[in-house]
Nanobody, 124 residues
Framework: QVQLAESGGGLVQAGGSLSLSCTAS?????TAWFRQGPGKEREFVAG???????RAADSVKGRFTLSRDSAWNTVYLQMNSLKPEDTAVYYC?????????????????????WGQGTQVTVSS
């Protein structure tokens, strides 16, 4: 399995911004971010596949942006206009199946590698 290293979490006031990064130790074909808020199930946030196709949950569209570096090792999640309901542990996930395409409704089972998670707290 590929190792995923996340960074960039922290505490921010509502309306502020944070950027998360996920660096993979090997090649991946889909990289995504999920989150799990207090008392909630883990949910898909945003993802990108090898072709550059991206998807984002309706709750973050227009506020969160996903990008990757040219070496395809690091994926960035830029989070703007943060809200208290964005408070969660954010997990990076990766799929190493060659040429896999980002599903229309990504689920935990689509990913074989997971990071440890990074806490994002948005204060009101």
């Amino acid at each position: 399995q590929v190792q995923l290293a996340e960074s960039g979490g922290g505490l921010v006031q509502a309306g502020g911004s944070l950027s998360l990064s996920c660096t993979a130790s090997g090649q991946t074909f889909i990289t995504a971010w999920f989150r799990q808020g207090p008392g909630k199930e883990r949910e898909f946030v945003a993802g990108i596949d090898w072709s550059g196709r991206t998807r984002a949950a309706d709750s973050v569209k227009g506020r969160f942006t996903l990008s990757r570096d040219s070496a395809w090792n690091t994926v960035y999640l830029q989070m703007n206009s943060l809200k208290p309901e964005d408070t969660a542990v954010y997990y990076c996930a990766a799929n190493r199946v060659p040429w896999a395409v980002l599903p229309s409704n990504p689920a935990d089972s689509d990913f074989s590698s997971w990071g440890q998670g990074t806490q994002v707290t948005v204060s009101s």
